[in-house]
């Protein structure tokens, strides 16, 4: 167990819908990572938030966003919804940023109909 | 785009006997971690190695790095069936627009047979 938790497991939705994916950082770490996991794509990074700040952002699509809450919860949210977003989005934490391992959560499994 | 190519893309040994992983990477980096996965479930970190290490162990594990040819090898010695898996090195660049940015290799799949 990493220590990084997300919800929900498993999300099965419909084509133009919107979705909420939760991520709980290990405790002390200030630092979470999104990313995602497609079998034609591999495993890419979307977007990281440092203490609340967008630190990087990857090759992620202007229909998602995620923000980083005062708590250090993390949301990523995926709107107008496509077959092709159907992947593990994963989510992972550090204590701060740089050079640093990351520890990732079980993943999210998104199924888009 | 991926970073990383690792090789092979699928490796099957018996148990007891060692497996090889090799990954290389086209950019500077910081750092070269290695991750392993079960079916499609989470990535548990196995080992992080810096760019000024050229050796690294854990456990049965032993990473190398090679910054001059831009490579690293993973080895798993003495394999038992649960280190069937798929194993993903994962780089993070050099560069203020890289931060903690992991770029992953597209994975060797393991399988050990008992």
């Known amino acids: 167990d990493s220590g990084v938790t997300q919800t929900p497991k498993h999300l099965i939705t419909a084509t133009g819908q919107r979705v909420t994916l939760r991520c709980s950082p290990r405790?002390?770490?200030?630092?979470v990572y999104w990313y995602q996991q497609s079998l034609d794509q591999g495993l890419q990074f979307l977007i990281q938030?440092?203490?609340?700040?967008?630190?990087a952002k990857g090759n992620i699509l202007e229909r998602f966003s995620a923000q980083q809450f005062p708590d250090l919860h993390s949301e990523l949210n995926l709107s107008s919804l496509e077959l092709g977003d159907s992947a593990l989005y994963f989510c992972?934490?550090?204590?701060?940023?740089?050079?640093?391992?990351?520890?990732f959560g079980p993943g999210t499994r998104l199924l888009v109909l | 785009s991926q970073q990383g190519e690792e090789d092979p893309q699928a490796l099957s040994i018996q148990e007891g006997e060692n497996a090889t992983m090799n990954c290389s990477y086209k950019?500077?980096?910081?750092?070269l971690q290695w991750y392993r996965q079960n079916s499609g479930r989470g990535l548990v970190h196995l080992i992080l190695?810096?760019?000024?290490?050229r050796e690294k162990h854990s456990g049965r594990l032993r990473v190398t790095l090679d910054t001059s040819k831009k490579s690293s090898s993973l080895l798993i010695t003495a394999s038992r069936a649960a280190d069937t898996a798929s194993y993903f090195c994962?780089?993070?660049?050099?560069?203020?627009?890289?931060?903690?940015?992991?770029?992953f290799g597209q994975g060797t799949i393991l399988t050990v047979h008992p």
């Open positions: 992972a934490s550090s204590v701060g940023g740089l050079q640093e391992t990351q520890y």
């Open positions: 405790s002390g770490d200030l630092s």
């Open positions: 938030y440092y203490n609340g700040e967008e630190r």
């Open positions: 950019t500077s980096i910081n750092n």
């Open positions: 190695i810096r760019s000024n290490e």
């Open positions: 994962a780089t993070d660049g050099t560069g203020g627009t890289s931060y903690g940015k992991l770029t």
